[in-house]
């Protein structure tokens, strides 16, 4: 096996560290697929520090016991997930918004800092005294007034990933099989899909069930149109025997702008121009896209819930 020996400080990018790690063979065959998949660049384009602990490292016994036995010993990095039985995701966001006064549908078109004043799409306004703002970083940035030039250009330089989710209901209850798997083809436009049904049997019909793909683009190529991308995911899913085109009952298919932060080389230098920035002008930032991290859902929520803790004190 040609497995590149390198020392870790003198690791570049995320393409030497795969193949350190895995060997060329399997660092070609599997994760760079699934890197020009996931983050639709080449691996050679990301850095390394977003990694952690969200990759498993094995080493070479854990290999050679791999081959031959069950795996029982868990390598992921949680040991267990929570989901509600009921309501879907939304119920947690339900609770969360309990008593608050929540405005929807408002766009954020200026915000005035010296006169700290938000100004909406639809001619309303709003004054404040401090500012917390979840927005993708580059799209505040183009809202503030007077953001120097040096700031905006730094904004524009953040990557991103924009995506598709497709969903598909079957009148069958046995079409998901698992609560996720990856896809590493890449003639199929979904890296991942997993099931909603699985998580929660209330999330279906009785004698039902339902998968989800995900699709990912960098958001500086060019993104199919969503024809292109809810045919590809059907006859590909079917084409690989996940169920008959006959067993759908509904399908729907969403586009999501900011789908994930892009690691490439210049984000800790873009970002930091950004953040500091807003920090300059009285605005925290919260969220993965406020934050400009790769954040989980809890990690999100604990971004909001520290900076609201300290505005209370």
Same mark, same amino acid.
């Given at each position: 096996?040609?497995?590149?020996?390198?020392?870790?400080?003198?690791?570049?990018?995320?393409?030497?560290?795969?193949?350190?790690?895995?060997?060329?063979?399997?660092?070609?065959?599997?994760?760079?697929?699934?890197?020009?998949?996931?983050?639709?660049?080449?691996?050679?384009?990301?850095?390394?520090?977003?990694?952690?602990?969200?990759?498993?490292?094995?080493?070479?016994?854990?290999?050679?016991?791999?081959?031959?036995?069950?795996?029982?010993?868990?390598?992921?990095?949680?040991?267990?997930?929570?989901?509600?039985?009921?309501?879907?995701?939304?119920?947690?966001?339900?609770?969360?918004?309990?008593?608050?006064?929540?405005?929807?549908?408002?766009?954020?078109?200026?915000?005035?800092? &010296?006169?700290?004043?938000? /100004?909406?799409? @639809?001619?309303?306004?709003? %004054?404040?005294?401090?500012?917390? *703002? !979840? +927005?993708?970083?580059?799209?505040?940035?183009?809202?503030?007034?007077?953001?120097?030039?040096?700031?905006?250009?730094?904004?524009?330089?953040?990557?991103?990933?924009?995506?598709?989710?497709?969903?598909?209901?079957?009148?069958?209850?046995?079409?998901? &099989?698992?609560?996720?798997? /990856?896809?590493? @083809?890449?003639?199929?436009? %979904?890296?991942?899909?997993?099931? *909603? !049904? +699985?998580?929660?049997?209330?999330?279906?019909?009785?004698?039902?069930?339902?998968?989800?793909?995900?699709?990912?683009?960098?958001?500086?190529?060019?993104?199919?149109?969503?024809?292109?991308?809810?045919?590809?995911?059907?006859?590909?899913?079917?084409?690989?025997?996940?169920?008959?085109?006959?067993?759908?009952?509904?399908?729907?298919?969403?586009?999501?702008?900011?789908?994930?932060?892009?690691?490439?080389?210049?984000?800790?230098?873009?970002?930091?121009?950004?953040?500091?920035?807003?920090?300059?002008?009285?605005?925290?930032?919260?969220?993965?896209?406020?934050?400009?991290?790769?954040?989980?859902?809890?990690?999100?929520?604990?971004?909001?819930?520290?900076?609201?803790?300290?505005?209370?004190?």
């Amino acid at each position: 096996m040609s497995r590149p020996q390198k020392n870790i400080d003198d690791i570049k990018n995320y393409d030497e560290l795969l193949r350190s790690q895995f060997g060329n063979y399997f660092a070609e065959n599997f994760p760079f697929k699934y890197t020009r998949k996931y983050w639709g660049l080449e691996a050679k384009e990301l850095e390394t520090q977003w990694v952690k602990i969200r990759m498993h490292f094995p080493d070479l016994e854990q290999v050679l016991k791999g081959s031959y036995e069950v795996q029982k010993d868990n390598f992921y990095y949680t040991n267990f997930m929570r989901y509600p039985k009921k309501g879907g995701f939304r119920s947690v966001l339900d609770k969360c918004r309990d008593g608050l006064d929540i405005r929807f549908n408002k766009e954020v078109v200026r915000i005035d800092t &010296k006169a700290k004043i938000v /100004y909406f799409g @639809d001619n309303s306004t709003q %004054s404040y005294d401090k500012l917390i *703002s !979840s +927005l993708p970083l580059p799209e505040i940035a183009k809202m503030i007034d007077d953001v120097p030039d040096g700031v905006l250009r730094a904004a524009d330089r953040l990557h991103h990933t924009s995506g598709y989710m497709v969903s598909l209901g079957f009148k069958r209850p046995d079409i998901a &099989k698992y609560l996720w798997f /990856y896809i590493y @083809d890449e003639d199929i436009l %979904s890296s991942r899909v997993y099931s *909603s !049904s +699985l998580k929660s049997s209330d999330n279906v019909p009785n004698g039902c069930s339902s998968l989800q793909a995900e699709i990912f683009f960098d958001s500086k190529s060019r993104i199919p149109s969503k024809n292109e991308v809810l045919n590809n995911t059907i006859e590909k899913l079917s084409a690989m025997g996940l169920f008959s085109k006959d067993d759908i009952v509904v399908s729907d298919i969403r586009f999501e702008k900011y789908a994930n932060v892009t690691f490439d080389h210049d984000i800790y230098k873009n970002r930091g121009i950004v953040l500091e920035f807003l920090r300059q002008c009285g605005i925290e930032s919260i969220g993965r896209f406020g934050k400009w991290e790769y954040l989980w859902t809890y990690q999100a929520f604990e971004s909001g819930m520290k900076v609201a803790d300290h505005k209370l004190l």
